[in-house]
């Protein structure tokens, strides 16, 4: 029996990293992140500093129950989705799914055994900086879009959406198109 488990992202990336660590190690993936906000909601508390309500995603959901089953009889999870802030939100919701308090993240830049064992040496917590990050970026972009989309239903056509980023280049495109319209040619001599 393995003593271990540990979460990567893709089916992939668990085939290539099971090769490298022993047969202590069991690996699995997450396919992504497995919670987010709700589809048919809000799902951000606005009058309660912005806190989000994440969910279980529906499709995520036999997947968190076969992870929760992997986990049964193991000393140690190591959660190991990549090391940017998406990753680091994928393995804060994972970490609530499991009951194992010995919980820890590890992180490589690249899939190679040396990379990976090396990781293994020095696993560490996860960084809630990061997490706190895309969260912020998860909660804008549905309040902004939340906000937003419903209008452009109404005033223009049904299923047009906008997004914190895309309003904002949309703007600047607008912008720019009216200083073009706009513009009075002028003579220079020098």
């Given at each position: 029996?393995?003593?271990?488990?540990?979460v990567?992202?893709s089916?992939a990336?668990?085939?290539?990293?099971?090769k490298?660590?022993?047969?202590?190690?069991?690996?699995?993936?997450?396919?992504?992140?497995?919670?987010?906000?709700?589809?048919?909601?809000?799902?951000?508390?606005?009058?309660?500093?912005?806190?989000?309500?994440y969910?279980?995603?529906?499709?995520?959901r036999?997947?968190?129950?076969?992870?929760?089953?992997k986990?049964k009889?193991?000393?140690?999870?190591?959660?190991?989705p990549?090391?940017?802030?998406?990753?680091?939100?994928?393995?804060?919701?994972?970490?609530?799914?499991?009951?194992?308090?010995?919980?820890?993240r590890?992180?490589?830049?690249?899939i190679?055994?040396?990379?990976?064992?090396?990781?293994?040496?020095?696993?560490?917590?996860?960084?809630?900086?990061?997490?706190?990050?895309?969260?912020?970026?998860r909660?804008?972009?549905r309040?902004v879009?939340?906000s937003i989309?419903?209008?452009?239903?109404?005033?223009?056509?049904?299923?047009?959406?906008?997004?914190?980023?895309q309003?904002?280049a949309?703007?600047?495109?607008?912008?720019?198109?009216?200083?073009?319209?706009?513009?009075?040619?002028?003579?220079?001599?020098?």
């Amino acid at each position: 029996m393995t003593r271990f488990l540990v979460v990567v992202e893709s089916p992939a990336k668990a085939h290539t990293i099971n090769k490298f660590l022993g047969a202590d190690y069991e690996v699995a993936a997450s396919m992504g992140h497995i919670k987010d906000l709700p589809e048919n909601e809000m799902g951000v508390d606005i009058e309660n500093d912005f806190r989000p309500h994440y969910i279980i995603i529906p499709r995520s959901r036999k997947i968190v129950s076969k992870l929760r089953e992997k986990e049964k009889g193991k000393e140690k999870i190591f959660l190991a989705p990549d090391p940017d802030r998406e990753g680091e939100a994928i393995a804060f919701h994972l970490s609530q799914i499991f009951k194992n308090e010995n919980i820890f993240r590890v992180s490589f830049n690249e899939i190679t055994r040396e990379a990976v064992v090396e990781a293994f040496r020095d696993p560490d917590g996860i960084d809630l900086d990061k997490v706190k990050s895309q969260q912020a970026r998860r909660i804008l972009d549905r309040v902004v879009g939340y906000s937003i989309s419903p209008l452009l239903w109404r005033k223009v056509a049904r299923g047009l959406s906008a997004g914190r980023v895309q309003s904002v280049a949309l703007r600047f495109i607008v912008e720019r198109e009216e200083e073009i319209r706009t513009f009075q040619p002028e003579e220079y001599w020098n």
